[in-house]
Structure formats: C-alpha cells, structure tokens
C-alpha cells in the first residue's frame, strides 16, 4: 500500500487553528466532507464514536483519528499540522499537534488496517515527525510523506 493511493497534496492542512479535540475533529470532518462529497455531520459522528473507544492520540505529539463510513469508495486520508497543541487525551497525556485522519470504506477490513499500521509506523518515528513539523509548504510535506512510504522503514 502506497500513501499517495490515500493521500494527496490538496488534503494536507497546515496550521489550523483549533483549541481543542473536539474542535480539530469538526474542523477536519468539515474539511473531508467539501473534498469528498460525504457528509460532514457523518464523518464527525464517526470520528467521535471511535475517540469513547479510546483516544486515537498515539503519544509523541500525534494523533491518527479513523473511521468506516458508509458511501465511501476508498481509503481517504488527510494529514493535519495545528497551529498549537491541543489536548487530545493521548496515552503519553501530551498534547497533539500532527494528525493524520483515515476514513475507509465500511467493508474495507484488512485495507483499513493496513493504512493505519503504515500511519502508525510512519508517524511514530521522532525524527521524521520533526521534519513535518518545520516543513513550510504542503508539498514538502506531501513529499516527505510519499519518500518515507518507498523506504525500509515503511
């Protein structure tokens, strides 16, 4: 599985500005829901319900909400940069300010595990999360993104 198979430049938020979980799940939901012609009240719902699971937050700063949604065709992703760190409940209890939100398919099963494993590879990695924190632009970042995915590591 190839990031840029759920990813592309134009879904790349940097800077956004959000004071808590609740708002930067809104927020991204609303971004989703304009770029993929879903329902933003959907994919909010989605997120939400899988966050009283447990905080998608992984620690080191990052968080990777996910959800299946039903209508969608394939694995879709967004990766965020807030503008400040938020609390999002994650299990070292720091703050988040990288995200990077899944939404599959309701039938996608081992797809959807598999991107999320890839994520979760991908963004634990310290170092390489620094670089996407002092990245300017959303190609750089988008570049960063698919290099790593064609190395060892990933």
Not at 67 to 72: A, E, N, R
Not at 116 to 143: H, P, V, Y
Request: glycine fraction near 8%; charged fraction near 30%; hydrophobic fraction near 40%.
């Amino acid at each position: 599985m190839e990031i840029d198979s759920f990813l592309d430049q134009g879904s790349i938020l940097l800077d956004l500005k959000s004071s808590s979980k609740r708002q930067a799940l809104m927020e991204i939901s609303k971004r989703m829901a304009d770029t993929n012609d879903l329902s933003e009240r959907e994919i909010f719902d989605v997120l939400l319900e899988r966050e009283k699971l447990g905080s998608t937050g992984i620690g080191q700063g990052i968080a990777i909400p996910h959800g299946k949604l039903k209508g969608l065709d394939k694995i879709t992703g967004c990766f965020i940069r807030l503008n400040k760190a938020i609390d999002f409940e994650s299990i070292d209890k720091k703050p988040v300010d990288l995200m990077f939100l899944l939404l599959a398919p309701e039938d996608s099963g081992v797809q959807h595990l598999k991107a999320l494993a890839l994520m979760s590879r991908i963004m634990g990695n310290k170092s390489f999360c620094n670089k996407l924190r002092s990245s300017e632009s959303a190609e750089s970042i988008f570049l960063l993104l698919t290099k790593k995915q064609g190395s060892k590591a990933a």
